[in-house]
């Protein structure tokens, strides 16, 4: 079964961290470029960080640039984002997304992981 799962969202309180994790299966995640989006209640979707499939360049939101660290683990088929100094304003489901070079749009979609940063 080809698909993407996340894991690793939970609660957490203002300032802590989180590890969120991509794993892909049934297809080689090291063919494609990693994108982590995210949707809170009553908004819409954004892009939060992304990574290329070749020399590993990354993106990132100006909203989460110095907080969120995107990498990815080939040999684990597996991409990661890294979410430290997280705020309230940071809750949403975040999703991964897996796009494949001159594609228009991601190929695969994981199911989504609740984030929620509260006290």
């Known amino acids: 079964q080809l698909q993407l799962v996340e894991s690793g969202g939970g609660l957490v309180q203002p300032g802590g961290s989180l590890r969120l994790s991509c794993a892909a299966s049934g297809f080689r995640l090291d063919y494609y470029a990693i994108g982590w989006f995210r949707q809170a209640p009553g908004k819409e979707r954004e892009g939060v960080s992304c990574?290329?499939?070749?020399?590993?360049?990354?993106y990132y939101a100006n909203s989460v640039k110095g907080r969120f660290t995107i990498s990815r683990d080939n040999a684990k088929n597996t991409a990661f984002l890294q979410m430290d100094s997280l705020q309230p304003e940071d809750t949403a489901v975040y999703y991964c997304?897996?796009?494949?070079?001159?594609?228009?749009?991601?190929?695969?979609w994981g199911q989504g992981t609740q984030v929620t940063v509260s006290s």
């Open positions: 997304a897996a796009k494949f070079r001159g594609d228009a749009d991601p190929s695969y």
């Open positions: 990574i290329s499939r070749g020399d590993g360049s990354t």
